[in-house]
C-alpha cells in the first residue's frame, strides 16, 4: 500500500489544482509588490485593452484590471478561508456533541441544524449581509452561518461511528472524563472526511462571497473578484475582458480546490477510488 | 479415484504491485472427483479465498489477476474461456456458497422468487412447474414448512435458514462442483453443526464435488474426504483427512494442527472456594420499551435474567453461549458500560449495581476489560505508550513513571518494550490483542473480563494469545471471566463453565464435570455441536 504523500502527490489533477491554488495565494500573498497601484487608483483611461503597459487593461473608470486581479485575489481568498474556518469550527463542535451525547442533546442540536438547512442559504446569506450592512466581518459571518450544517452534519455521523468502537469503550473503563474521551479519542479519528468537506467549503465559500460581492453587498471598500465582474456586465459587449478576467480567476481557483479537495479524498480513502 | 471434475494446475494470481507479496497464489496444483469433498484450509491471507474466486473467474480485475496455470474443468480451461462460456458455467455447472447469507441475498426479494429466477434464466420451466421445483428444493435442505417459506423474505429467516436458502440454490441446477467459502463461519455452533450434516447429506445424495474453503481444523475433521493445507498462497500439504489430521507431515500443518485447543477439560486446582472477586445475584437487563416520539411503544428485549454467577479469587469462568444469549450484555452491566436493571453486581464485596460513572471511578481500576476485535480496540491515533499509560495517568501516576510501566508490560505480554513508541497499525492482530491485554493490565486489575478475545485472531496467534492469557492471570494471581461460544477455548482456559442462552444460566460447574455429564439438554446440544468433537490430537 502507498503512503498517502505518493496517493496525493501522484495524482496530476491535485498537481494541476495546487499549482493554480499556490500561484494565486503567493499572488495574492505579494498583491503591494505585483500592483503599487491601489486597486481602486484612477490610471489610465478607461476601457484600454490588454497591452504591454496595463497587462490585463483597464475598467469603466480607468483603473487597472491587474491591480483589481491581485488585490482581489487577497480579499476573496481571506474572506473564504476565514468563513470556512469559523464554520468548520462551529458545525464540528455541533456535530461532536450531538453524535456523542446523544439522547436530547442529539434531538435540540439537529432540529437547529435542519432549521438552518431549510432556509435557502444564498437567500439567508443575502438577508445577513443586508442586516449587518456590507463589510468584511458581515460576509465572513453570512458565509459561516450558512455552510456550518453540512459540517456538523457528517461530523455527527462519524462520531456516531467512531464512538461505537471498542478503544472508546476502553478509554471509559480506565476513567477518561466524556470531554477527554471526545476531544482526544474521537475526533482526532474523525478528521479525513472533515477534511474533505472543509476543503470543498472553501470552494462553495469563494462562490458565495462572489455572488455577494457582484450583488453590490460585498466589503465597500476592499475590491474583489465578485465585485469586479458585476462592475463589469453591463459592458460586456464592448470590453470583454472586465468580465472575462476576474470570471476565469473565481473558475479556475474554484475548479483547482474541487480537484484537490477530490484528491485529498482518494488519497484518505484509497479503497473507494482503487476498487 | 475416478477422473477428476477439476483441475487445477499450477495457478499463480498476482496481487497489486503495493502487497506485501507478489503472488496471492504461487503454483497450486490440486483436483477433485465427482463424489469428493476436498477442504482448503488456511489462516487468513493464505490465498484460499483468491484461488476459489479464479476458479469462478471473479477476481477483481485488473488489480488482482491470473498470470499462469490452467484450470480444466469438464473438458475446457477456464481461464480461457470467453465472458459468455464462463457465465454459463457459473449459473449451472459450477455454484458458490457464501459465508454471509444475509450479504449474499437480495433483501427486498423474497427467497422463493430469487431461487425461482435461476430457473427462470436457465430452464424453459413454466411458473407452476418452477414452484413445484423451488417447494422440491427446500423441502430437500430440510427448510421448515416449504410451502411457506418462498414467501418470506431474508430477513424474516434466521441465520441457519437463509444459509439453507443458498444451499438450496446452489443446487439448484444439479452443478457438478460447488464452492463453498466459509459457508459456516457466521454462523452458531449448534446451527454450524446442522448445516455441515446437511452439506454431506446433499453431497452424497447428488453427488457434487465440493470444495470447501474453511479455517477450522474441527470443521475439517466433520466433513473433508481430503485435505489441502496452504500458506502464503502456496501448498504446503495434501493427503486424506484422517491422515493428515492424525499424522501431519509438514511442520506448519503439526503447528497449526497443534494450535486447536484440545476437548479435554481443565481441572480445578484446589478445591476451596474462596471469597468471589466478582459476585452477581439476581442480574436483569431489559433493552426498549421506551416508545418513540411517533411510534407506538418501543419492543423490550429481556437480554439478561436473574443471572447468578461467581468469579472465585483467582478463577477462571467461561460464560459460554451463542450469539444473542445475552453474554456480551451481562459483561457490559459487569464493567459499567450499560447499566442493570435490577440485582446487584458485587466486585470485591461491594455492590456497584446501578452507579453513575462518577461513582464508579473508584472502582475502574478492579475490572478490566479486554476487547474482542483487535484492529478496533486500540486508537490509530495514539501511541501504544500513551494507550497503555492512559489509565494509570488518569489515577495520578506521574507520565514517566507510566511509560516505564508500559515498557515492563509489554516485555510481560511477550512484545518488545520499545514498541510503546509505535502506532497500531505496525502491529498484526496476535500482536494488538497483546497490547490490550497489557493496557488492561496496567491498571492493576483484580478481574480480568475477556469478551471473545481470540475469536478474530487466526488459530495459530490463538493459541499463543490463550496461553498468554492463562499464564498472565495465574502468576498475577487475577480472577477471569472469559465469554466465548467456542466450547474447546473454554476447556483450555477456564476451570468453571457457565452455559447461557435467552439471557439465563442454564448450567453452571467445574468444566470437567460439564463435559463429562451435562446436565441440562442445551449444554449436550453444545457439546454435541463441537466440529470435529471425535478427533483428538
Redesign the interface.
Given at each position: 500500500?502507498?503512503t498517502f504523500r505518493q496517493r496525493f502527490f501522484g495524482n496530476p489533477r491535485v498537481i494541476g489544482g495546487l499549482a493554480w491554488l499556490g500561484l494565486v495565494i503567493m499572488v495574492a500573498i505579494a498583491a503591494p509588490l505585483l500592483s503599487p497601484h491601489h486597486p481602486f487608483e484612477i490610471v489610465a483611461q478607461p476601457f484600454l485593452i490588454p497591452s504591454v503597459e496595463h497587462p490585463f487593461g483597464t475598467d469603466s473608470l480607468g483603473r487597472s484590471i491587474w491591480a483589481g486581479l491581485v488585490h482581489g485575489a487577497r480579499t476573496t481568498l481571506v474572506i473564504a478561508i476565514l468563513a470556512t474556518l469559523a464554520s468548520v469550527a462551529f458545525g464540528t463542535l455541533v456535530g461532536a456533541l450531538a453524535g456523542y451525547f446523544g439522547g436530547w442533546v442529539d434531538d435540540g442540536l439537529m432540529r437547529l441544524t435542519e432549521f438552518f438547512q431549510t432556509i435557502p442559504s444564498f437567500i439567508f446569506a443575502i438577508v445577513l449581509v443586508a442586516i449587518l450592512t456590507p463589510s468584511a466581518t458581515s460576509l465572513i459571518v453570512a458565509i459561516a452561518v450558512v455552510s456550518w450544517p453540512p459540517i456538523a452534519r457528517v461530523v455527527r455521523g462519524e462520531v456516531l461511528s467512531v464512538k461505537a468502537?471498542?478503544?472508546v469503550?476502553?478509554?471509559?473503563?480506565?476513567?477518561?472524563e466524556d470531554m477527554a474521551i471526545l476531544f482526544r479519542?474521537v475526533l482526532?479519528?474523525t478528521l479525513s472526511p472533515l477534511i474533505v468537506t472543509g476543503s470543498l467549503l472553501v470552494a462553495t465559500a469563494i462562490l458565495v462571497e462572489s455572488a455577494l460581492s457582484f450583488l453590490g453587498l460585498g466589503a465597500p471598500n476592499l475590491m474583489s473578484w465578485g465585485f469586479m465582474v458585476g462592475a463589469g456586465r453591463s459592458f460586456l459587449r464592448d470590453a470583454w475582458w472586465l468580465v472575462t478576467i476576474p470570471g476565469v480567476a473565481i473558475l479556475l481557483t474554484v475548479l483547482s480546490i474541487n480537484l484537490v479537495g477530490e484528491g485529498l479524498n482518494d488519497a484518505l480513502n484509497p479503497r473507494l477510488s482503487?476498487? | 479415484m475416478s477422473a477428476p471434475i477439476l483441475r487445477i494446475e499450477d495457478l499463480r494470481v498476482a496481487l497489486p504491485a503495493w502487497s506485501d507479496r507478489p503472488l496471492a497464489v504461487d503454483g497450486v496444483s490440486l483436483a477433485i472427483a465427482r463424489n469428493e469433498i476436498l477442504c482448503v484450509v488456511g489462516e487468513s491471507g493464505s490465498g484460499k479465498s483468491v484461488m476459489a474466486k479464479a476458479v469462478l473467474g471473479l477476481l477483481p480485475a485488473p488489480h488482482v489477476r491470473v498470470v499462469g496455470g490452467a484450470i480444466h474443468f469438464e473438458g475446457r480451461d477456464l481461464l480461457r474461456a470467453e465472458e459468455e462460456e464462463m457465465r454459463e458455467v457459473r449459473g449451472g455447472r459450477i455454484s458458490m456458497i457464501f459465508q454471509e447469507p444475509m450479504v449474499a441475498l437480495n433483501p427486498l426479494m423474497k427467497v422463493g422468487a430469487q431461487t425461482d429466477e435461476i430457473f427462470r434464466v436457465h430452464t424453459d420451466l413454466d411458473a407452476p412447474a418452477r414452484r413445484q421445483r423451488v417447494v422440491e428444493l427446500f423441502s430437500d435442505v430440510h427448510l421448515p414448512d416449504p410451502e411457506r417459506i418462498p414467501d418470506s423474505y431474508p430477513h424474516e429467516l434466521s441465520g441457519g435458514q437463509r444459509q439453507r436458502v443458498m444451499i438450496a440454490m446452489a443446487l439448484a441446477l444439479e452443478p457438478a462442483l460447488i464452492i463453498a467459502d466459509e459457508p459456516t463461519t457466521a454462523l452458531d455452533v449448534t446451527t454450524q453443526a446442522q448445516i455441515l450434516t446437511l452439506l454431506k447429506e446433499l453431497q452424497g445424495r447428488h453427488g457434487t464435488a465440493v470444495l470447501f474453503i474453511t479455517h477450522d481444523f474441527g470443521v475439517v475433521a466433520e466433513v473433508a474426504d481430503r485435505v489441502v493445507v496452504m500458506r502464503n498462497g502456496r501448498l504446503v500439504e495434501t493427503g486424506a483427512t484422517g491422515e493428515v489430521l492424525r499424522a501431519p507431515q509438514a511442520d506448519y500443518t503439526k503447528a497449526l494442527v497443534a494450535a486447536v485447543p484440545s476437548l479435554h477439560p481443565r481441572h480445578a486446582s484446589a478445591p476451596d472456594q474462596p471469597a468471589p472477586a466478582l459476585a452477581l445475584r439476581g442480574l436483569n437487563k431489559v433493552y426498549g420499551g421506551r416508545a418513540g416520539l411517533f411510534g407506538g411503544p418501543g419492543r423490550r428485549v429481556h437480554a439478561v435474567r436473574d443471572v447468578d454467577l461467581e468469579v472465585p479469587r483467582g478463577r477462571s469462568v467461561a460464560l459460554v453461549g451463542e450469539s444473542g444469549s445475552g453474554k456480551s450484555t451481562l459483561a457490559r452491566c459487569v464493567v459499567g458500560l450499560e447499566r442493570a436493571d435490577g440485582g446487584d453486581i458485587r466486585l470485591d464485596g461491594e455492590n456497584i449495581a446501578g452507579f453513575s460513572r462518577r461513582q464508579l471511578k473508584p472502582y475502574r481500576h478492579l475490572v478490566q476489560m479486554v476487547f474482542q476485535d483487535p484492529f478496533a480496540s486500540l486508537n490509530p491515533r495514539h501511541r501504544v505508550g500513551d494507550i497503555i499509560a492512559l489509565g494509570p495517568t488518569l489515577r495520578g501516576t506521574p507520565k514517566r513513571e507510566a511509560w516505564d510501566r508500559a515498557r515492563e508490560l509489554l516485555g510481560m505480554v511477550g512484545l518488545q518494550p520499545e514498541a510503546v513508541g509505535r502506532y497500531p497499525h505496525e502491529f498484526s492482530g496476535g500482536q494488538r490483542q497483546r497490547i490490550g491485554i497489557a493496557r488492561a493490565l496496567a491498571m492493576e486489575p483484580a478481574l480480568i473480563l475477556a469478551d471473545e478475545p481470540v475469536s478474530a485472531l487466526d488459530v495459530s496467534v490463538q493459541k499463543q494469545v490463550l496461553d498468554l492469557l492463562d499464564d498472565l492471570r495465574q502468576s498475577l494471581g487475577l480472577s477471569m471471566l472469559f465469554i466465548t461460544h467456542d466450547l474447546r477455548v473454554a476447556a483450555h482456559v477456564c476451570e468453571e463453565i457457565a452455559v447461557m442462552r435467552h439471557g439465563a444460566i442454564v448450567e453452571r460447574g467445574p468444566t470437567s464435570e460439564i463435559f463429562a455429564d451435562p446436565r441440562h439438554e442445551y449444554t449436550r446440544q453444545l457439546l454435541d455441536s463441537v466440529p470435529g468433537k471425535g478427533w483428538e490430537h
Open positions: 500500500m502507498n468502537r471498542e478503544y469503550q476502553a478509554a471509559v473503563l480506565v476513567g477518561q479519542q482526532p479519528n482503487d476498487l | -
